[in-house]
């Protein structure tokens, strides 16, 4: 059994911080378990000790930045607020997104994973949670609005979940960002248009 | 030089067919020069012959059914109707879409663009025509509705191709094509919700 001494996570750490970085630098195409300990400056064995397989990894270097990522989206899209303020809180978390590597890593991962199954079925566990906080957010969002029985809240939620996943690898693609900019923009202005039809109680 | 003889075409659509069918079964990771000649009973050297390298193959393959794809949705969208009969076109031409195979050739190389800079390149020039169809599509359609000084055409155009390569991708991942249903359910009642704001003419 490994103890968790001070050593072993600050190595791991190190591991991590290895593979999250050949991700998002250089691509899933080029992330081996060699270019992450080269990258890292450790013996690749370290790799297979601490997380059986490169995929592993992957995902666990993945997750440690996904889990503060979705508490910060619980945290900032939780309190209340109207719908300006919400598309506008929504335009700061991708921002996040993009400085924080997260988004170039989901996208190389979510592409990756159509060509691996391994990586494709742990891919599509970890969208549960999303998708479930997505829901929640719209169901809250919807309640005393004239939207609330017209949307479905599920299909409502995977077209999101879509469209930042579309989106995202879209932009990581040709690299345009200004594409996210002008749906933000785009977006805020509907919400100004929508405000008046929303209660101006907090929800 | 190349000459068009009957036979050089016969071989190049048996070619064509044989890459289509493999990345569709497949997908692109098992999807080589090899793979294809042995599903379609040829020579391999006959893909670079006519090809150059596989990749322009996959991409001529994905150009013959995108191309009809494309005019069978200038087709079925170009003419006039309201909002519930375009949301009920979308839908049928969605599922031609995934009954052609197309929408899985697309999510697989699309997917597989982001690992190969040559595929990206040529993957990214094929949407531009689809961005523009959408573009014309709304302007059409949101001319003389109340949404016509509201709507970012450009960034409208973009979230619905990232719209419908995220739920591709997404479906193509997990098989679940009631995510789409769904959608298109949600898409006809938001229709008939907002049929009253637009005109009653044929657009």
Redesign the interface.
């Known amino acids: 059994m490994l103890k968790a001494t001070a050593q072993g996570i600050a190595t791991r750490e190190r591991i991590l911080d290895a593979a999250f970085d050949t991700l998002r630098q250089d691509?899933?195409?080029n992330t081996s378990a060699r270019a992450v300990a080269r990258r890292g400056g450790f013996n690749q064995a370290l790799i297979f000790y601490h997380y059986g397989n490169l995929i592993g990894l992957l995902l666990a270097a993945m997750d440690r930045v996904g889990e503060q990522r979705r508490l910060r989206y619980e945290e900032v899209l939780g309190g209340p607020g109207n719908p300006i303020e919400f598309a506008s809180r929504a335009r700061l978390l991708y921002a996040e997104d993009v400085d924080s590597g997260h988004s170039t890593v989901v996208?190389?991962l979510?592409?990756?994973?159509?060509?691996?199954p391994e990586l494709?079925e742990q891919?599509?566990a970890r969208?549960k949670p999303w998708l479930e906080f997505t829901e929640r957010l719209l169901e809250r969002f919807l309640a005393g609005s004239p939207f609330a029985s017209?949307?479905?809240v599920?299909?409502?939620a995977?077209?999101v979940?879509?469209?930042?996943?579309?989106?995202d690898?879209?932009i990581?693609?040709?690299g345009d960002r200004s594409?996210a900019t002008?749906?933000f923009?785009?977006g805020e202005?509907?919400a100004a248009?929508v405000e008046p039809l929303f209660g101006g109680d907090p929800r």
Chains 1, 2 share one sequence.
């Open positions: 691509g899933f195409a996208a190389e979510f592409a990756a994973s159509s060509g691996n494709r891919m599509l969208m017209l949307v479905d599920r299909a409502a995977g077209a979940l879509s469209l930042y996943l579309g989106m690898l879209l990581h693609l040709d594409r002008a749906m923009d785009a202005r509907l248009t």
